[in-house]
């Protein structure tokens, strides 16, 4: 059986310039710190390219026949496709007129010829990053707007539940922010409370929206929630650190809590942090069966159940963070 590899990735740059030999010393360079290279003429052969594949970065000569690099950086920035390609440009006698006018459009750096290799590397390096950097954002907003439109379609079969989602979202963040989480931790909490009733698609709107008291058929339904959105994510790479905040928001720290009765610390720390949230804007929010009560009355009543149904050591910090800021109903 035939030995089987599999292929690194390679950052790929884009070399533009008139001079042949420019070109072919700046790609020797790149190969050998592991880059794979194409090279253009001028800005036309260029576009040309970029038509056929999309590389990491793109180095641009400014003085070329045909097509100059700015208006090849022009053309570049006006297609959605290429824009966010790093651009630098390769300059030797480019006047200050040329170079301010570049830094307008937005070009990321300058190199002026005869270009040093060490220069050349750590700029291409740094930009690389920063590229790699805001992709992942993108991708990280993306993820967030895909589980925000979610979470709005599940809330939206509740008519008495309206807004629920965005506040313990945010009274969750409020809490996060004074237990001075990291971001990447914060990011996972902001999943979990934008997705900890999902598992309400389970729950005939009948139910969902009845006016008067559950049924204790109705509330063995209800209370299967938590375990019908951990089903309905797991099979998402992304979002598996967040089953657990799901599995155990209905959970208290007594035990006395669903869907396993777990008690204090076997119970996580989204799962606690979304516990408190969700019970404060249940009580401060008019329900059928219920009014709207006062901030200082619910915050008495998380004190009373702080070592009952709440982690203790959270009950103080959630109060701390939600009376910095306006009720926000």
Do not use: C
Request: proline share 7%; net charge neutral; aromatic share 8%.
């Amino acid at each position: 059986m035939a030995n089987l590899t599999i292929p690194i990735s390679q950052n790929s740059i884009l070399i533009v310039d008139d001079n042949p030999n420019v070109r072919r010393a700046i790609s020797r360079s790149l190969q050998i710190e592991n880059y794979a290279t194409r090279q253009a003429a001028n800005g036309e052969e260029a576009l040309k390219m970029l038509a056929q594949y999309t590389p990491d970065m793109i180095l641009s000569d400014i003085n070329m026949p045909k097509m100059d690099g700015i208006e090849f950086f022009k053309a570049v920035r006006n297609n959605k496709k290429w824009g966010p390609i790093p651009f630098v440009f390769l300059t030797s006698a480019a006047s200050p007129a040329d170079i301010q006018k570049g830094k307008e459009l937005g070009v990321e750096d300058y190199l002026t010829k005869p270009i040093d290799t060490d220069d050349l590397v750590g700029i291409i390096n740094a930009r690389l990053l920063r590229s790699s950097e805001v992709k992942m954002s993108h991708i990280n907003q993306a993820y967030l707007e895909t589980v925000t439109a979610l979470a709005n379609a599940i809330e939206s079969r509740d008519k008495y539940t309206g807004g629920h989602v965005d506040r313990v979202t945010t009274y969750s963040l409020w809490l996060a922010q004074e237990l001075l989480w990291p971001p990447e931790h914060t990011r996972l909490l902001e999943f979990g409370a934008r997705l900890h009733d999902i598992g309400k698609v389970i729950v005939p709107d009948r139910i969902l929206n009845k006016p008067g008291k559950f049924t204790p058929q109705e509330w063995e339904l209800m209370r299967k929630h938590p375990a019908a959105g951990v089903k309905m994510l797991q099979g998402v790479s992304h979002l598996q650190d967040i089953l657990p905040y799901i599995y155990h928001h209905h959970e208290r720290w007594d035990g006395s809590g669903y869907p396993k009765g777990l008690k204090g610390k076997e119970i996580s720390i989204g799962g606690r942090m979304l516990a408190i949230a969700d019970v404060y804007d249940a009580l401060t929010t008019a329900r059928p069966y219920h009014p709207a009560r006062p901030r200082e009355e619910v915050i008495q009543f998380l004190r009373l159940q702080a070592g009952r149904h709440f982690d203790p050591d959270l009950v103080p910090a959630f109060i701390k963070a939600i009376t910095k800021h306006p009720p926000l109903i």
